[in-house]
């Protein structure tokens, strides 16, 4: 088990586009391994690799019934809208309200280079959406519409 160092929202490597991962080997896979276990012990549900310092178009996601790997994810198809509380692990203490599609459906590669899809549907959506926004160097308080830090929540 390999724990990276997640980088945070003043570090400028953030606001950097990630590039396209063209070699799907022993390299990339521990990449992957170091990811889930950093995205487990930060408890979070998603991470792309731009926020421990690795500008590759690489990302999981665990909403709670899996890990799902995705190397040069793309969007192909959303439909709907919610609203909802954000929070990123490059944002510590902070929270957001943002719009996202309700379904949001992915093409991404695996860690051997095979092409699948991904359905997404109202967490899993908003999940894939924030974390794709990440290799393009966007952060989601530049669109949420209510920021808030925890403490305000707490009585
Ligand atoms: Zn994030």
């Known amino acids: ?10 570090d400028e490597i953030l606001r950097k586009r990630s590039k396209t991962v063209d070699k799907f080997d022993e390299k990339l896979w521990m990449l992957l391994d170091d990811m889930k276990d950093t995205l ?36 192909i198809s959303t439909e709907g809208e919610q609203d909802g509380e954000e929070g990123c692990l490059s944002v510590p203490g902070k929270f957001g309200m943002v719009k ?20 997404g549907e109202d967490l899993k959506a908003r999940c894939f959406c924030h974390e794709l926004d990440h290799l393009d160097g966007k952060l989601y308080t530049d669109i949420a519409y209510e920021m808030h830090s925890d403490s305000e929540f707490s009585e």
């Open 1 to 10: 088990m390999a724990l990276r160092k997640i980088r945070t929202d003043s």
């Open 100 to 119: 996202r599609p309700k379904i949001v459906k992915v093409k991404a590669q695996n860690r051997k280079g095979d092409w699948c899809i991904y359905k």
């Open 40 to 75: 487990y012990d930060a408890k979070g549900a998603g991470l792309a690799a731009v926020q421990i310092g690795i500008l590759r178009r690489v990302v999981v996601v665990d909403v709670g019934d899996g890990l799902i790997e995705l190397v040069n994810p793309e969007i």
